[in-house]
C-alpha cells in the first residue's frame, strides 16, 4: 500500500534561517504529492503540489520538488518567518476505489523564533 | 464562498455512548472524505463519498463506525458505543469532482471519557 514518511519534529529556527522537512513516499501508481499546513487554531490548508515527476510546486516562499528516482518530496523554504510556525503535513494522492484518498505522513511542527 | 462546515467544533462524551458528526461540504462539491487525526499523528482515510456512494469502506475502523451522505450534500459520520481510543479530531474534506483540489473543515474534536 501507499505511505508517506516525514521527518519527526519539533523543528525550531530563527528567523530567516533556510528550512528543510523531509519527506518521501512509497506508492504503488503515479501519485501526485502535496505538502498541507496546519496553522495554530486553524484548519487543513494546501500548502503546494505537485502531479508528475520532476514538476515543482511553490508558494508563499516554499518549494517541493517531486523527485521520482528517489521518491521523494523535500519541502524548502530560504527563510523562515515566525508566521510560517505550523505543522507541516506531506501526503500523497492516487486514484483507486477511495477516489483521490491522501495519504499523510505524520505531520512536522515547526517553530520559528525571532 | 462558503467552505467546509462541520459540527459540533468540539464533543466531550461517555464510553459506550453513540455519537453524530456532521459535514457540510462545499456547495457543488461531488466528492467527500472524512479522515481521523489522531493526538500527535498523521491523518487517517476513513471513508469517501461520489455523490451519496460510497465506493471503499475499508478504511473505517471497525463495525461500530458508519457514514452516510443524502442529498449529495450533507454526510454525517455515525460511532457507536464509542471507546476511548476513538478520541481524535474528525476531518471532512470535499473537492468540485473527485480528482480536483481537496477542502478541508476546521474538524470536529472528539474526546471519550
Known amino acids: 500500500g501507499n505511505s508517506v514518511t516525514q521527518m519527526e519534529g519539533p523543528v525550531t529556527l530563527s528567523e530567516e534561517a533556510f528550512l528543510t522537512i523531509n519527506c518521501t513516499y512509497t506508492a504503488t501508481g503515479y501519485p501526485s504529492l502535496f505538502w498541507y499546513v496546519q496553522y495554530p487554531g486553524e484548519g487543513l490548508q494546501l500548502l503546494l503540489k505537485a502531479t508528475k515527476a520532476d514538476d515543482k510546486g511553490s508558494n508563499k516562499g516554499f518549494e517541493a520538488t517531486y523527485r521520482k528516482e528517489t521518491t521523494s518530496f523535500h519541502l524548502e523554504k530560504g527563510s523562515v518567518q515566525v508566521s510560517d510556525s505550523a505543522v507541516y503535513f506531506c501526503a500523497l494522492s492516487d486514484w483507486n476505489n477511495a477516489g483521490n484518498m491522501l495519504t499523510f505522513g505524520g505531520g512536522t511542527r515547526l517553530m520559528v523564533k525571532p | 464562498g462558503a467552505g467546509v462546515s462541520q459540527s459540533p467544533s468540539n464533543k466531550v462524551t461517555e464510553k459506550g455512548k453513540d455519537v453524530e458528526l456532521r459535514c457540510d461540504p462545499i456547495?457543488?462539491?461531488?466528492?467527500l472524505y472524512w479522515y481521523r487525526q489522531r493526538l500527535g499523528q498523521g491523518l487517517e482515510f476513513l471513508i469517501y463519498?461520489?455523490?451519496?456512494?460510497?465506493?471503499?469502506k475499508s478504511g473505517l475502523p471497525s463495525d461500530r463506525f458508519s457514514a452516510e451522505r443524502t442529498g449529495e450534500s450533507v454526510s454525517t459520520l455515525t460511532i457507536q458505543r464509542t471507546q476511548q481510543e476513538d478520541s481524535a479530531v474528525y476531518l471532512c474534506?470535499?473537492?468540485?469532482?473527485?480528482?480536483?483540489?481537496?477542502?478541508f473543515g476546521p474538524g470536529t474534536r472528539l474526546t471519550v471519557t
Open positions: 474534506a470535499s473537492s468540485l469532482e473527485p480528482s480536483y483540489e481537496q477542502y
Open positions: 463519498f461520489q455523490g451519496n456512494s460510497a465506493p471503499d
Open positions: 456547495s457543488g462539491h461531488t466528492a
